[in-house]
């Protein structure tokens, strides 16, 4: 039998992760690599951060609390 392939894509794996627990930083980078997932000519965004989820997802809750709604 035949195996066909839709879709392939390389992911990059960091060999130095650098651990961000700083909730500042995070914000930052957060705020950074959402406005570069909003760009359109911007197709993908690797880093070495690791953050703790629950820092990720206050991040995340801060920025969206303050986007402008129409």
Excluded: C, G, N
């Excluded at 700083?22 to 880093?47: I, R």
Aim: aromatic share 8%; no cysteine.
């Amino acid at each position: 039998s035949l195996v066909t392939i839709d879709y392939a894509e390389r992911e990059y794996r960091p060999k130095s992760p650098i651990e961000i627990d700083d909730f500042d930083k995070v914000l930052k980078l957060y705020t950074l690599l959402s406005d570069l997932s909003d760009d359109e000519d911007v197709s993908s965004v690797a880093h070495t951060a690791t953050i703790a989820p629950d820092i990720w997802q206050r991040a995340h809750d801060m920025v969206e609390s303050q986007k402008f709604r129409t």
